[in-house]
């Protein structure tokens, strides 16, 4: 059984940053894209960030470009998502997600369960 769990959120003042982490288990990391999304109450959850499988490959939301950066570190089967000049437009749940491909183009198939990015003045 596939497993994401989230963890990093919180809350921060404008400008400031957080890093998020998704720890994958239950699959073998290094062989899947990874991506991170957001999610606004009652708003479909959007794209934020996606890595390929070995990391050459990375995509931005043009709303994070510049601010944030997806990583992932395959030998810990964890992904990471650092978050730099956070507005307040940025307050959302964010989640992790795993593709069932080696680059983000095919979707993804696997969910954590979210975590809470608050920011404010």
């Known amino acids: 059984q596939v497993q994401l769990v989230e963890s990093g959120g919180g809350s921060v003042q404008i400008g400031g940053s957080l890093r998020l982490s998704c720890a994958v288990s239950?699959?073998?990391?290094?062989?899947?894209?990874m991506g991170w999304f957001r999610q606004y109450p009652g708003k479909e959850r959007e794209f934020v960030a996606g890595?390929?499988?070995?990391?050459?490959?990375?995509s931005y939301a043009d709303s994070v470009k510049g601010r944030f950066t997806i990583s992932r570190d395959n030998a810990k089967s964890t992904a990471y998502l650092q978050m730099n000049s956070l507005k307040t437009e940025d307050t959302a749940t964010y989640y992790c997600?795993?593709?069932?491909?080696?680059?983000?183009?095919?979707?993804?198939?696997?969910w954590g369960v979210g975590t809470q990015v608050s920011v404010s003045s």
């Open positions: 997600a795993m593709s069932k491909a080696l680059y983000i183009d095919y979707g993804f198939d696997w």
């Open positions: 239950g699959r073998t990391f290094s062989s899947y894209a």
């Open positions: 890595i390929s499988w070995s990391g050459e490959a990375t």
